[in-house]
Structures are given as structure tokens and as C-alpha cells.
T-cell receptor, first 112, second 114 residues
Framework: SQQGEEDPQALSIQEGENATMNCSYK?????LQWYRQNSGRGLVHLIL?????REKHSGRLRVTLDTSKKSSSLLITASRAADTASYFC????????????FGSGTQLTVLP | DSGVTQTPKHLITATGQRVTLRCSPR?????VYWYQQSLDQGLQFLIH???????AKGNILERFSAQQFPDLHSELNLSSLELGDSALYFC?????????????FGQGTRLTVV
């Protein structure tokens, strides 16, 4: 089962525009992570935000976390064609089986 | 380069066969995780090992098994393969237990069952 669900499933924008992806999760979390995957390649960790943090920045990335709504968003500013990839949020599921569970991902296409 | 090495990169095999996928974690990482990624199921957690011990099990079929050796490398064994087992299999490693720190992913093994 998916702990997180990303929205939208696909997003197409022009180079230079900002891209916003949202993630909703089901259970309480310690942290939430965002990963990027280029087509058919391994996932690359982008950023980790802890449950007591509301916002975090890393370069052109801005992540917010709203634990009351069980949601997070990833903003990529001034997008580039090289940002074209799938983006996944991931969090720990509840219960004793602590699994880092990934959402279904957002496919971002940045057009030159 | 994430520092996680997976072999082989590609594998084509027939139904009913058995294969072994290998993963070498980043130097110093004690945790190894296996994931299966397919178009219809997305990225599914299979199993997590920490310093040689199984820590968590996800949607792993009984036909699949894994282990982590004293040198911390891990193997995922898939047996009685079916067409539906065709997928990308990823290994990831991290310093600590799952989810506490970032995970580093290998480039994956693409398994095709024919």
C-alpha cells in the first residue's frame, strides 16, 4: 500500500517556471523525504524534513510540511529541462514494521 | 554515483527459473533495503536488513528471499519466476535504520521474465 500519494500525477511546464508537487500521507510521521528518479534510474534523495519543521530549503528546492493536514509540498523554482524526472515523497508507515514507503510519484516534464 | 552497487544491471530469464540479485551498500552503511518497481504497482518495499538481521518485511512474496552477509552486502533471491515478476529491483542503503536518514539507491537490476 502507498503511504503517500502525490498530486498531480503529471506536470508539464516551461523552463523558468516554478513547479509545485504535493504529497499526502496517512499516518503520523517522524520525517518526510523527497526523492527524484530519472527515467529507469535509481532514486536520488533530495531533502528530508522532520515532523517538527514546517519549511526547509535546499538550493532551488523548497519543501513545506503540514502535519495537521498530513501533507507536504515540493516547490522547484526557476525550473530547467534537466529537472525533468519523477518525484516521490516517502515516509515511515505506522506500526512495528517501520517501512520507508513511497508515494506514486509526480512525473515532471520541463519543456525548453 | 550513490556508492551503492547492484549487479547485474540487466537479467533476462525464463519462467520457473531462479535468479540472485546482489547489492553492495555504501561503505559504512549498516542498513540495506530492497524495493521492486513496476509500472502497475509503483515502488514497493520488499525487505530491510540492518547489520545482518532482518528488520522489516513488506510486500515480499514467499518465492522471494533475501539475506545480508557479515560483510554487509545483500542478496535477493527470486525463485519460480513468473511473468509478473518482471520489474526494476532496487537496493538502497543508509547509515541508520529505515527512514531516520536519507537512503542511497543503486541503479537497479532490470529483470525480464520471458
Amino acid at each position: 500500500s502507498q503511504q503517500g500519494e502525490e498530486d498531480p500525477q503529471a506536470l508539464s511546464i516551461q523552463e523558468g517556471e516554478n513547479a509545485t508537487m504535493n504529497c499526502s500521507y496517512k499516518t503520523s510521521i517522524n520525517n518526510l523525504q523527497w526523492y527524484r528518479q530519472n527515467s529507469g534510474r535509481g532514486l536520488v534523495h533530495l531533502i528530508l524534513i522532520r515532523s517538527n519543521e514546517r519549511e526547509k530549503h535546499s538550493g532551488r528546492l523548497r519543501v513545506t510540511l503540514d502535519t495537521s493536514k498530513k501533507s507536504s509540498s515540493l516547490l522547484i523554482t526557476a525550473s530547467r529541462a534537466a529537472d525533468t524526472a519523477s518525484y516521490f515523497c516517502a515516509s515511515i508507515s505506522s506500526g512495528s514494521a517501520r517501512q520507508l514507503t513511497f508515494g506514486s510519484g509526480t512525473q515532471l516534464t520541463v519543456l525548453p | 554515483d550513490s556508492g551503492v552497487t547492484q549487479t547485474p544491471k540487466h537479467l533476462i530469464t525464463a519462467t520457473g527459473q531462479r535468479v540472485t540479485l546482489r547489492c553492495s551498500p555504501r561503505s559504512g552503511d549498516l542498513s540495506v533495503y530492497w524495493y521492486q518497481q513496476s509500472l502497475d504497482q509503483g515502488l514497493q518495499f520488499l525487505i530491510h536488513y540492518y547489520n545482518g538481521e532482518e528488520r522489516a518485511k513488506g510486500n515480499i512474496l514467499e518465492r522471494f528471499s533475501a539475506q545480508q552477509f557479515p560483510d554487509l552486502h545483500s542478496e535477493l533471491n527470486l525463485s519460480s519466476l513468473e511473468l509478473g515478476d518482471s520489474a526494476l529491483y532496487f537496493c538502497a542503503s543508509s547509515v541508520a535504520g529505515q527512514g531516520q536518514t536519507e537512503a542511497f539507491f543503486g541503479q537497479g537490476t532490470r529483470l525480464t521474465v520471458v
